[in-house]
């Protein structure tokens, strides 16, 4: 079977599960359309405020896709075919799922963060750690966004528009977006930058297709499914973790509330947090094919990787398949991505900070109080060599997805809803997060790869156990009319 076939497949199952699995979890969940939003029952100018629905589902994919869709696939390709699998499963069944209930909890809590969430459905431990971890996690995305994407345009530009130079103009767009109402910067610019994005997507998409007629473009032993890691590295629970935001990712709670202010209806969660979760699936799709087929080899894959990271791919593949001009859309579309989530993870680090300590934000000087000094440790920050501390993000971003898994499974199961839309998941992000900090030898505790996963599946049996004998038992203070 031909790339060009593989990559049709897997569209479409993406397109199946959105319409079938999507329409499940929907009704499952019980979107009620006559219920009011936070949009019209809180409106305040700022962060509240109604917007239309194509303008709330294009602002929802750009906040959640940053280099996540791109950069993890790419990764994940060394590992061969098998990654467009946790791709095509993990969006339908676990991504979307995630994203939905993050977003619609949200919209039943008064467009609460995902701290509150957490808190209202796993207790108030849980809400605090996770306040603080969703604020660190939050800022350091923002800080990483800034990076990738300012390398990124310095290839593209003359060397007096350097590294540092592009740091500066991203970190400025950042702190004015983060403080300026949401329809003004960021609901006026998104439009502009959704269509960057597409000319990347459908770019790429149509010249896959033109190379693969010509025969120049074929998945690298297409017919073995088994693992093709240069390192012999394993497929589990590595995969799990390399491919995030393309297939799942805890960072999307932390940004579906910020839409979840803005929705007119409770129907239309469907589209803009699940539907959208399937569109930066589609974006996984479209780099893990790039990966696997433009090499020719998991070893030439990974020689390019070594020699500028996943940018160096996207550069060397964006040239070489659409041309110089074709090309630097493309590149600037990949810069898109993590533009429209840094911007939004330093508003939404400014909001859990305010939630947690009631300050409203309808003034302008309250949110400069808070943005200031998170800028200032963001800039700081920047200045740090961020090797290792990526290492920890997809592992925490993970976790965090975990986590939130669970609280839409105890949101659900306290309903008696079929709570196994988010448990099954659950269960098995539980598996790969305990048996990968076991495994990672830099990071980790460097445990062998067998006992790691025995550790892991007897976590995840634990958990499971746990869930099942106290998820029904009310959190105090929990909102009950939700």
């Given at each position: 079977m031909s790339n060009s076939m593989y990559f049709i497949l897997a569209t479409v199952c993406l397109i199946v599960g959105y319409i079938v699995y999507g329409g499940i979890v929907s009704k499952v969940f019980g979107a009620q359309p006559e219920r009011p939003t936070p949009a019209k029952t809180m409106a305040d100018g700022v962060d509240y405020v109604e917007m239309p629905t194509w303008k709330v589902w294009l602002v929802q994919l750009l906040n959640i896709a940053g280099v996540g869709p791109v950069f993890g696939p790419i990764l994940g390709a060394v590992w061969?075919?098998?990654?467009?699998?946790?791709?095509v499963i993990g969006t339908i069944f676990a991504g979307a799922v995630h994203d939905f209930m993050a977003g619609m909890l949200s919209v039943r809590y008064n467009g609460a963060n995902v701290p509150a969430i957490v808190g209202y459905n796993l207790g108030n431990i849980a809400k605090q750690i996770m306040r603080v971890f969703a604020v660190v996690l939050l800022v350091l995305v923002g800080v990483v966004f800034v990076a990738a994407p300012a390398g990124l345009l310095a290839k593209l530009t003359p060397a007096t528009f350097n590294l540092t130079f592009w740091v500066c103009v991203i970190f400025a767009?950042?702190?004015?977006?983060t403080i300026m109402p949401i329809d003004k910067i960021i609901g006026n610019f998104y439009p502009v930058f959704g269509a960057i994005l597409i000319i990347m997507a459908v770019g790429m998409t149509v010249m896959m297709f033109v190379e693969s007629a010509n025969g120049t473009m074929e998945f690298y032993?297409?017919?073995?499914?088994?693992?093709?890691?240069?390192k012999g590295a394993p497929i589990f629970?590595?995969?799990?973790?390399?491919i995030a935001c393309g297939a799942l990712s805890?960072?999307?709670?932390?940004?579906?509330p910020l839409m979840a202010r803005c929705m007119a209806n409770e129907k239309l969660g469907k589209p803009v947090f699940y539907g959208s979760m399937v569109a930066e699936g589609f974006i996984g799709l479209v780099w893990a094919t790039v990966g696997m087929s433009f090499y020719h080899g998991?070893?030439?894959l990974q020689a390019a990787i070594a020699a500028g990271g996943p940018g160096?791919?996207?550069?060397?593949?964006?040239?070489?398949l659409m041309g110089s001009i074709g090309g630097v859309l493309a590149i600037l579309g990949v810069v898109v991505l993590p533009i429209t989530s840094g911007d939004t993870a330093f508003r939404a680090a400014r909001l859990t900070i305010a939630e947690a300590f009631n300050y409203s934000q309808k003034g302008i000087a309250p949110r400069l109080y808070l943005a200031v000094p998170m800028f200032l440790v963001g800039i700081f920050l920047s200045q740090v060599d961020f090797t290792i501390i990526w290492r920890y993000f997809g592992w925490a971003n993970q976790t965090l997805a975990t986590i939130m898994l669970w609280a839409g499974a105890a949101y659900l199961m306290r309903r008696d809803r079929c709570h196994w839309l988010c448990t099954v998941p659950a269960v098995f992000m539980t598996a790969v997060c305990v048996s990968y900090i076991c495994y990672e030898p830099t990071m980790g505790f460097a445990i062998s790869i067998d006992i790691s996963n025995i550790v892991g599946v007897i976590a995840a049996i634990v958990a499971f156990v746990a869930f099942m004998m106290l998820g029904r038992k009310p959190v105090?203070?929990?909102p009950v009319n939700c």
């Open positions: 061969g075919p098998s990654a467009l699998v946790w791709i767009y950042y702190f004015i977006a032993n297409s017919a073995v499914w088994a693992n093709q890691n240069p629970p590595l995969v799990f973790i390399t805890g960072f999307h709670a932390t940004q579906s998991p070893e030439a160096n791919v996207v550069t060397e593949s964006s040239m070489a105090a203070g929990a």
